[in-house]
Nanobody, 122 residues
């Protein structure tokens, strides 16, 4: 079970840190990802991280502004979001994938959190 939190309302240029808490001892075995879905749009990949945190991957739209990390001792996934833009407004979801490499499509992920709303005002 995944529980995302940390969303909110922020002005453009501001920062937020999202968290995703996982239940169970298998968290460290999963590749993890963040996705987002804006109204009327499809869910899209934002960032991914391998089970050991050594490799990360980002969508071009967030590269250099967002940082994904994880703490396997606490079963928590993070997404640090800086220099936020109005186009970052969306519901953000965390997801877990049993495959051994970072996946970037929705269908490749096995488990999903409930989402947290991020709204960036101009």
């Amino acid at each position: 079970q995944l529980q995302a939190s940390g969303g909110g309302l922020v002005q453009a240029g501001g920062s937020l840190r999202l968290s995703c808490a996982a239940c169970g001892r298998a968290f460290s075995m999963y590749q993890m990802g963040w996705f987002r879905q804006a109204p009327g749009k499809e869910r899209e990949f934002v960032a991914g991280i391998t089970w050991n945190g050594r490799s990360t991957y980002y969508a071009d739209s967030v590269k250099g502004r967002f940082t994904v990390s994880r703490d396997n001792s606490k079963n928590i996934l993070y997404l640090q979001m800086n220099s936020l833009k109005p186009e970052d407004t969306a519901v953000y979801y965390c997801a877990a994938d049993r495959n051994p490499s970072i996946a970037t499509t929705v269908s490749q992920y096995d488990y999903w959190g409930q989402g947290t709303q991020v709204t960036v005002s101009s």
